[in-house]
């Protein structure tokens, strides 16, 4: 009886650490976040920034639908983003007391980019607004498969748009990211 009953909570541990393993997904690429060295002078560094963690949730304000795309370097605390009252900031947080960076895309309900935002293993996190130009977004999110349960595919910034008017391509690319995320609500 008492086999049985350690097979069981054994079970049972195993399953619950596959679920918890299932939440957090994969990343890889290779880009660049600006770090303010300085503030008073506006003085700056470039930081080197490769996720390996993907992480997807849903959230509503309202009657308005948004989706947001994470990716860090370390393996980040689901749970505890997942029960702040304010994940944008438990993230930043966790970018400072951590000392890793991390990148995060806010989707529209139209799946558009609306903000991204970084974090230079500081604490201190960049807001920047989607900008166009000779029409090439700078940040562009592509699916490879978007469903009610993962997220994968690609997040590619940059600024500038170099090209001869038939293709463009970002004059300084900053990011090239793949991402597969389960989608948490």
Same mark, same amino acid.
């Given at each position: 009886m008492l086999?049985?009953i350690?097979?069981? =909570?054994?079970?049972?541990?195993?399953w619950?650490?596959?679920?918890?393993?299932?939440? %957090?997904?994969s990343?890889?690429?290779?880009?660049?976040?600006?770090?303010i060295?300085?503030?008073m002078?506006?003085k700056?560094?470039? +930081?080197?920034?490769q996720?390996r @963690?993907?992480y997807a949730y849903s959230?509503?304000?309202? *009657?308005t639908k948004? !989706?947001?795309? +994470?990716l860090t370097e370390?393996?980040p605390?689901?749970?505890?983003?997942? *029960?702040a009252?304010?994940?944008?900031?438990a993230r930043?947080?966790?970018?400072?007391?951590?000392k890793?960076?991390?990148v995060? %895309?806010?989707?529209?309900?139209?799946?558009?980019?609306?903000?991204y935002f970084l974090?230079p293993?500081?604490g201190a =996190?960049? !807001?920047e607004?989607l900008s166009?130009?000779?029409?090439?977004?700078?940040? %562009?999110?592509?699916? &490879?498969i978007?469903?009610?349960?993962?997220l994968?595919?690609t997040?590619r !910034?940059?600024?500038?748009?170099?090209?001869?008017? &038939?293709s463009w391509t970002y004059?300084?690319p900053?990011g090239? @990211?793949?991402f597969? *995320?389960?989608?948490s609500?």
């Open positions: 086999n049985r350690a097979v069981l =909570v054994l079970a049972s541990c195993v619950a650490g596959a679920l918890q393993a299932q939440e %957090v997904g990343a890889s690429g290779k880009g660049t976040i600006e770090r060295v300085e503030p002078t506006g700056s560094e470039q +930081v080197t920034f996720p @963690y993907s959230e509503s304000t309202g *009657a948004f !989706t947001w795309i +994470v370390k393996e605390p689901l749970k505890s983003w997942a *029960a009252k304010d994940r944008a900031q930043q947080l966790w970018c400072g007391t951590e890793t960076s991390f995060a %895309v806010k989707l529209d309900a139209d799946w558009k980019v609306d903000l974090c293993a500081n =996190v960049n !807001t607004m166009t130009w000779n029409g090439l977004d700078s940040v %562009v999110v592509g699916f &490879e978007r469903d009610t349960k993962r994968k595919g997040l !910034t940059g600024s500038g748009a170099c090209g001869d008017g &038939e004059c300084t900053t090239d @990211y793949t597969d *995320a389960p989608l609500k």
